[in-house]
């Protein structure tokens, strides 16, 4: 067993002291928690506030600076409605995305207004090319059916009275006869399709190549 002297005693006050100045002047170890409340109280704890779990609270240092803000906490529903702005804007954002992604590719396929038209004229000639052959087609039907009709003259005209093959072939010749002029019809409709895909894309590039190319370049 060893004695104190006073010396040795003092020593250790001092340190006692010393320590609990440096706590103090440290403070609380985690953040102090301020707020004002919906009847327009200042809050303070150390800890988040319920009471203002439905606005912003400010987190300070020690020293009374802001480290962080919190909230306002979300309800079910509002979080709900967060999700879904925030899927919508994703969604706007690869739209868009894609959208310029569609333009480069366009503008690198038609670089200039005579690229354009050249592709135009040529999906318009192969439409035409088909009409061309159905109108062909429709010609020998025509033929086909005066030969039958001269036939026909031998039974006076009345097809109740001529032999069952005079009548199948009236019938392949008119069933024919429709099926083609229907077809030349769907490729009049596919022109219109064609001239109206081709306009709503040069609406588009003349934007782009005013954008990329001299004003010469994208010329009307």
């Known amino acids: ?15 006692g002291f010393a320590g609990l100045a440096s706590a103090q002047q440290q403070g609380p170890v985690g953040g102090i928690y301020t707020c004002v409340d919906g009847k327009g109280r200042k ?26 803000q919190i909230g306002p906490s979300l309800t079910a529903d509002e979080r709900s409605r967060l999700e879904e702005q925030e899927k ?16 480069r590719a366009l503008l690198t396929r038609y670089p200039n207004r005579p690229a354009h038209d050249k592709e135009r004229n040529e999906a318009l000639a192969q439409v035409d090319e088909v009409m061309k052959a159905a109108t062909k087609r429709i010609g020998e039907l025509a033929a086909q059916r005066n030969s039958i009709d001269s036939e026909l003259e031998f039974y006076k005209g009345d097809a109740s009275k001529a032999p069952p093959y005079v009548r199948r072939q009236i019938e392949e010749n008119d069933r024919s006869t429709v ?37 010469t370049a994208a010329s009307k």
């Open 1 to 15: 067993m060893f004695a104190l002297t006073w010396g040795s005693v003092a020593g250790v006050l001092l340190c």
């Open 88 to 103: 919508q804007q994703a969604a706007d954002k690869a739209r868009g995305a894609e959208e310029k992604r569609r333009d």
């Open 179 to 215: 099926v083609q002029k229907r077809f030349i019809a769907e490729q009049e409709g596919e022109k219109k399709r064609v001239n109206t895909r081709f306009d709503e894309e040069l609406g588009k590039l003349k934007q782009l190549w005013l954008l990329k190319l001299p004003a």
């Open 43 to 68: 809050l303070t704890s150390d800890r988040p506030i319920a009471d203002c779990i439905d606005r912003v609270q400010k987190e300070l240092n020690p020293s009374g600076t802001v480290r962080r």
